[in-house]
């Protein structure tokens, strides 16, 4: 089991900036990547940013060059630095980990999200 805490949310005027963290703990085989998914009201959640282990980076168009992923391994923490923050990043923020069993599957763990509010 992998348990995900988050922490960073809070309230920002627009144009302000917000970074968010997620620390791992318990156990996973293999850690294949971490990130970022977000999830406004009435919308399905959906995915921000994600960075693999190995290093190869995925962000969404809509915060390309506001947003930037990055990932401490030996902590097992990944990081979300928003920038330029526009109300339509409002949202809850959902930690992502995307974990290798042993067996060779794949199982995902999320956190418990943290509310992002960007004020116009």
């Known amino acids: 089991q992998v348990h995900l805490v988050e922490s960073g949310g809070g309230l920002v005027q627009s144009g302000g900036s917000l970074k968010l963290s997620c620390a791992a703990s318990g156990s996973c085989f293999s850690i294949n990547a971490m990130g970022w998914y977000r999830q406004a009201p009435g919308n399905q959640r959906a995915l921000v940013a994600i960075?693999?282990?190995?290093?190869?980076?995925t962000i969404v168009d809509p915060v390309k060059g506001r947003f930037t992923i990055s990932r401490d391994n030996a902590k097992n923490t990944v990081y979300l630095q928003m920038n330029s923050l526009k109300p339509e990043d409002t949202a809850t923020y959902y930690c992502?980990?995307?974990?290798?069993?042993?067996?060779?599957?794949?199982?995902?763990?999320w956190g418990q999200g943290t509310q992002v509010t960007v004020l116009s």
């Open positions: 960075m693999a282990t190995s290093g190869d980076t």
């Open positions: 992502n980990l995307h974990c290798k069993t042993d067996r060779g599957d794949f199982k995902d763990y």
